[in-house]
């Protein structure tokens, strides 16, 4: 009798839950990190991200609410409850991992540079000199990538990716240490005459959906969820979309 009043107090407690109860699953995300969530031209969030969300509200049943937040704080107001997940490319890092939950990754990336077209050909090292100014966007996993490789360079960091891009593209900057897809995607739209995409990868990051931690029915809905859509079909349509050459 205890084990089972444990069992439905769990469930209770469980994020799963509230959202059922309340009928919508909130979702916090930061805008700006392509192809998995930007703005269209009518100002409305779309992306890689948002069509899973999508998918995950129809399969709970209820309604998506994208609740948008700036990176600096998007752990902190997971934790206060400002939303019941994070889908928002977030690289699963061991330091992170300590606060909070990761389902199993839905895709990989790593860091590459978006250079001036100048350093085309080169490798990372050779923007490593003290001449060079590297620039990345601050609190992510390109900046944690940049302190550490580059030793020699200027570092400077920016509030959004995009300010980052285009200090490279006015050439402020000789290169901006980002996630691949998010280089590679700015580089096809602007890139041709002023930039090259180092495009080799210097990281290996798994990217996952975070809640907060002890509530192990949520994250056995995510991890079964996830197995499911990447085998009947439904993954591969998205990324298709998002990832289409
Ligand atoms: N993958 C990188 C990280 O976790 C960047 C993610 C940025 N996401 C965003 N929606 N702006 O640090």
């Known amino acids: 009798i205890n084990a089972m009043a444990d069992d439905i107090n769990l469930w209770q407690k469980s994020t799963l839950n509230s959202i059922v109860q309340k009928g919508v699953l909130t979702v916090g995300l930061e805008p700006g990190y392509m192809p998995f969530e930007m703005k269209d031209k009518q100002g409305n969030i779309i992306g890689f991200d948002v069509d899973m969300a999508n998918e995950m509200a129809k399969a709970m ?16 107001g997971l934790l206060t409850g400002k939303y019941d997940i994070i889908m928002s490319g977030m690289t699963i890092t061991q330091e992170r991992n300590l606060k909070i939950n990761f389902a199993d990754p839905y895709i990989s990336v790593g860091q590459t540079i978006l250079a001036s077209k100048k350093h085309a050909g080169k490798k990372w090292s050779d923007l490593d000199k003290p001449e060079y100014t590297i ?11 940049t302190r550490k490789m580059f030793k020699k360079a200027k570092i400077r960091t920016f509030e959004t990716e995009a300010d980052a891009a285009q200090e490279v593209l006015n050439g402020n900057a000789d290169g901006m240490v980002y996630d691949k897809p998010y280089n590679a995607i700015f580089f096809a739209e602007k890139g041709a005459d002023k930039l090259a995409h180092l495009s080799d990868e210097l990281t290996y990051e798994p990217l996952g959906f975070a809640i907060r931690k002890g509530d192990p029915d949520f994250l056995n809905w995510l991890n079964n969820f996830l197995n499911q859509a ?9 990324y298709d979309r998002w990832f289409a050459d």
């Open 230 to 238: 990447k085998n009947d079909g439904t993954y591969k349509k998205i």
């Open 61 to 76: 049943g209820v309604k998506l609410q994208l609740v948008p937040t700036a990176w600096d704080g998007i752990i902190a």
């Open 135 to 145: 620039v990345t966007k601050i609190g992510v996993t390109g900046e944690i990538a």
